[in-house]
């Protein structure tokens, strides 16, 4: 959805100077403005890179990617390009952007007439808004949470698909079963016959399993026996000074998730003197561990909020330690 009213009506004010896009397309106008750091009305390649990555396709594939859709041959993709491109490929989500356009077109209106009335209602009135308000609220959470199943799903299946044939065992999604099953049961409030809500199913574990509950606890046990190292990971982000405030909400937000995630042994971080540049140090119980970080909910949360916060993107090294190490510093 686009962030505010004022944006809405700069999508139409636009038709000269942007080609004439169809319905559910203007979200590539606004996909454009935040992804371009410089505000040249364009895309670099490391513009593109920072905000379409999404720890599955590679470098090159990103680059391959990019150049497919820079039809123009100009090295960076302008709103045009997108939409050409994505228009080609959208299928069902066709009829799902233009829906999301006409709701965040009567939510908007929703919003402007309650500022406008609700001081004046009736006690009765008001707690129908309010209570409008609130069911309309868990309604989009419920269908956020559905999409979110279908993006890890997605995802993962793709990362098996590249890593080649594994062991049967190997083939389920490896997320907490007790998060996902929580989240699904609250999905089915929206719909029974969700279609996302089946996918995402379909993919997690049945840890109503008693068997399947022993499984998983003895390869966690294996996993901690085989393990010989530790991977540490600096990352180096330099934000913006009007962003300052927002950056920290969000950094503390993805550390307390990260903190509580299985395989994190530690998180710090630290802010350089008279600088916006923060370091944040990750140990990770192995690298497998840190790769299905990445896909979670919250981490790539905080990696959409950083192309708003960020000067430039990010800088990540990693390395691997003997275990033993960690073992010693921490007795």
């Not at 000269?16 to 403005?33: C, H, N, P, Y």
């Not at 709701?103 to 406008?116: E, V, W």
Request: glycine share 4%.
């Amino acid at each position: 959805m686009m962030d505010c009213s004022e944006e809405v009506q700069s999508v139409s004010e636009e038709p000269t100077a942007q080609m004439e896009l169809k319905k559910g397309m203007s979200v590539f106008i606004d996909i454009l403005r935040r992804a371009d750091k410089n505000d040249d009305g364009k895309l670099s390649f490391d513009e593109f890179k920072a905000y379409f990555s999404d720890g599955v396709l590679t470098a090159e594939e990103l680059q391959e990617l990019f150049h497919t859709i820079d039809t123009h041959n100009t090295d960076n993709v302008d709103t045009d390009e997108l939409c050409d491109y994505f228009s080609q490929h959208l299928g069902e989500y066709d009829n799902v952007l233009g829906a999301l356009e006409d709701l965040n077109m009567s939510i908007l209106k929703a919003m402007d007439k309650t500022k406008k009335d609700y001081q004046e209602s009736t006690h009765l009135e008001q707690f129908v808004t309010r209570f409008l308000l609130k069911e309309t609220t868990n309604q989009l959470h419920s269908l956020q949470s559905s999409l979110e199943c279908a993006m890890e799903t997605t995802a993962e299946q793709t990362r098996q698909e590249k890593q080649g044939p594994l062991k049967p065992e190997g083939l389920s999604i490896q997320w907490s079963g007790r998060r996902s099953n929580r989240r699904l049961q609250r999905n089915s409030s929206l719909s029974p016959n969700n279609p996302l809500l089946s996918l995402a199913s379909s993919a997690v574990y049945e840890e109503d399993s008693h068997w399947m509950i022993q499984v998983n606890r003895l390869q966690r046990l294996i996993d901690r026996l085989e393990k010989k190292h530790i991977l540490i990971v600096q990352r180096q982000l330099s934000v913006l000074e009007e962003e300052l405030e927002e950056f920290r909400l969000a950094l503390r937000q993805y550390m307390e998730c990260a903190c509580a995630q299985t395989g994190c042994l530690h998180i710090a971080v630290q802010r350089l003197v008279n600088e916006s540049r923060f370091i944040l140090y990750e140990f990770w119980e192995h690298n497998n561990v840190w790769k299905n970080h990445l896909q979670t909910n919250y981490s790539k949360t905080f990696q959409r909020g950083n192309v708003d916060f960020l000067e430039t993107p990010e800088s990540v090294t990693t390395m691997m330690v003997p275990a033993s190490w960690w073992v010693l510093n921490n007795n």
